[in-house]
């Protein structure tokens, strides 16, 4: 029971800080160190013969903060089904026939785009995952990254002050734009820390795009983003898990989903009246904290 508890706790960080551009990596970091999953054994009688049964293996974690993203994408789908869902009944009373007719082209326009933003970031994260997971998935590079990518938010928010975004509808975003929006997104496939949503958002208003915009672009892309990553995850890992690992991960979805609805609609409720600059001074704070958290440790 006491990991189910730690999942639940896993499933709120990841539902409120995948979303909010604050570095769903930096959060879960600080959890872990202080709520760890434990390797768990456990001795079952097979074959006549008591035998330890190991229910949670040591590796279990590096896949459980991916997977559990499943959850928050779900929440996704879920509030903006209208806006993602490319097809329609079709028009029987005299409007357009045929197989054309079943497609919403404005939205399906809008999935290519989509496609084109995560072009960069998978041909890097396939290709270099291990290798940026070996060099830069530590607590001083994620410090950085909150500190750096907090900066960043203060000063593009002040320059954009005054100034009119010039793209203030989803359909006005043009395929360099996407492209240009998936270039930033491979900072935070690079550095963790950066945040995912923190990297688009930033790439976006710097190019003029609306806040409004940016957030709800940036939601359409996680889900191909981190279905992909998930995907990626259990392939590594393999597909044998124990029934406490599938418990454990069914929970954190769940919790993941619940409080990204909520979190979902706060954000963007938020920016329709607000600036980006309070994440960027609690990144900075955060990025503060796990600098001093680590470096006290490590003497």
């Not at 539902?15 to 709520?35: N, R, Y």
Request: charged share 15%.
């Amino acid at each position: 029971m006491l990991e189910v508890l730690k999942a639940i706790i896993y499933g709120i960080v990841e539902g409120i800080t995948e979303w909010l551009p604050i570095s769903s990596t930096g959060h879960l970091l600080l959890v872990e160190q202080f709520l760890p999953f434990e390797k768990v054994e456990v001795m079952k009688e097979i074959d006549g013969v008591s035998q330890s049964v190991v229910t949670i293996s040591e590796e279990f974690f590096n896949v459980f903060d991916v997977v559990i993203q499943l959850g928050a994408i779900l929440a996704v789908v879920v509030l903006f089904w209208h806006k993602l869902w490319p097809f329609r009944m079709p028009d029987r009373e005299g409007g357009e026939r045929g197989v054309l007719s079943f497609v919403r082209w404005n939205t399906m326009t809008l999935w290519f785009k989509i496609l084109v933003s995560c072009v960069p970031a998978a041909v890097i994260g396939i290709l270099f995952d291990e290798w940026f997971e070996k060099w830069f998935y530590n607590p001083v590079c994620i410090a950085l990254a909150l500190i750096i990518f907090g900066v960043a938010f203060l000063v593009i928010e002040t320059w954009n002050r005054g100034r009119k975004p010039v793209i203030r509808k989803l359909s006005q975003i043009t395929y360099k734009t996407a492209l240009i929006i998936g270039i930033f997104q491979v900072i935070a496939a690079i550095f963790p820390g950066t945040s995912r949503s923190g990297a688009t958002i930033i790439g976006a208003l710097l190019i003029g795009v609306s806040r409004t915009v940016a957030a709800e672009y940036t939601f359409f892309l996680a889900v191909p983003v981190m279905f992909g990553a998930s995907l990626l995850k259990v392939v590594k890992f393999g597909f044998g898990f124990t029934s406490m690992e599938l418990l454990l991960l069914a929970v954190g979805s769940v919790v993941s989903f619940v409080v990204s609805l909520f979190c979902l609609r706060f954000l963007m409720n938020y920016v329709k009246r607000h600036n980006f600059k309070i994440f960027g001074w609690y990144r900075i704070v955060l990025g503060i904290v796990v600098l001093l958290y680590f470096g006290l440790l490590a003497k």
